[in-house]
């Protein structure tokens, strides 16, 4: 049971099996790696949960599920992190590196918190990330396995796909969602709210789905094999392009209240009952 905090000057603490988090606790390593080989939970009883912090700049490696049979109140980890199953919390989650998932895994929180994940995560296993309307912020994404994000809260996103493509990309709900580079899969995507293009983006994959209105703050290149459709209104002084072939749908006006620069969809055939200003 871990109680206390735990201070080791630059060096590796390895804790081997289960440990319950029994207080509130920080383990600090310096450049030193943190290894817990068995499943982590929160002690307490009720309404009380226990956190657990890394401080830090070395790995964390958790071998085994946290938060499964007992929530932590919080996570927080100061370099970077590998997962080996679900991790779940009361409240926040921050990630302060990269992020490792090495078996399929979900991130989720009891409550409307926020995940935050500061560098770029690598996929060895699916990876979903469940927090109603909390916040989620990532960086990079790689690695050919699936990434679901359930929820309402507003997300924002890097470059995924950017070296090895994802297997698809999912966002549920109405969550809105920010796009800070280009989005490759091999599979699908498919965005339930509200897209904004922050950077230059381009989207490419089998099928694309926006469910939500569309804002091009930067230029958009939907790149898609299959059928890309926008049921929501697409507004913003940048440009839009269709390349990849496929048959492009859309519901609502574009344009409508600001004007594209540019629309180019000459590689597919368009279907649009609405009026288009550029």
């Known amino acids: 049971q871990l109680n206390n905090n735990i201070t080791r000057t630059n060096s ?11 207080g ?19 002690g307490g009883s009720g309404s009380t949960y226990y956190s657990l912090t890394k401080a830090g700049t070395g790995a964390t490696t958790f071998g085994s599920t946290v938060g ?25 989650q921050s990630y302060g590196g990269a992020l490792t998932v090495n078996a399929n ?8 918190a926020n995940v935050t994940i500061s560098g770029a995560t ?47 990309v999912t966002v549920t709900g109405a969550a809105p969602v920010t796009l800070n580079g280009n989005v ?21 994959g089998t ?7 569309t804002t091009l703050n930067n230029s958009l290149s939907v790149g898609a094999t299959g059928l890309a459709t926008f049921t929501g209104a697409m507004n913003g002084a940048n440009g839009f392009t269709r390349t990849g072939g496929g048959a492009t749908t859309f519901s609502a006006a574009l344009g409508g209240s600001t004007a594209l620069t540019t629309f180019d969809a000459t590689a597919g055939r368009v279907a649009t009952g609405r009026n288009l200003t550029t």
């Open 12 to 22: 590796n603490i390895t804790i081997n099996g289960a440990v319950t988090v029994g």
């Open 24 to 42: 509130y606790a920080t383990v600090s390593s310096g450049t030193g790696t943190l290894s817990i080989t068995g499943a982590v939970n929160s």
């Open 68 to 92: 499964a049979t007992r929530n932590l109140a919080t996570l927080t980890t100061g370099g970077a992190t590998t997962i080996n199953g679900n991790v779940t919390t009361r409240t926040t």
């Open 105 to 112: 895994a979900v991130l989720s929180t009891a409550t409307a």
């Open 122 to 168: 690598t996929l060895a296993g699916t990876l979903g990330i469940t927090n109603t309307t909390g916040q989620v912020t990532t960086g990079n994404i790689d690695g050919a396995f699936a990434f679901t994000r359930t929820g309402t809260g507003a997300t924002s996103f890097g470059v995924i796909g950017g070296t090895t493509p994802v297997a698809s």
């Open 184 to 204: 490759s899969t091999t599979g699908a995507q498919a965005y339930g709210g509200a897209v904004t293009i922050a950077s230059a983006t381009t989207i490419s």
């Open 207 to 213: 099928t694309l789905t926006v469910t939500g209105t």
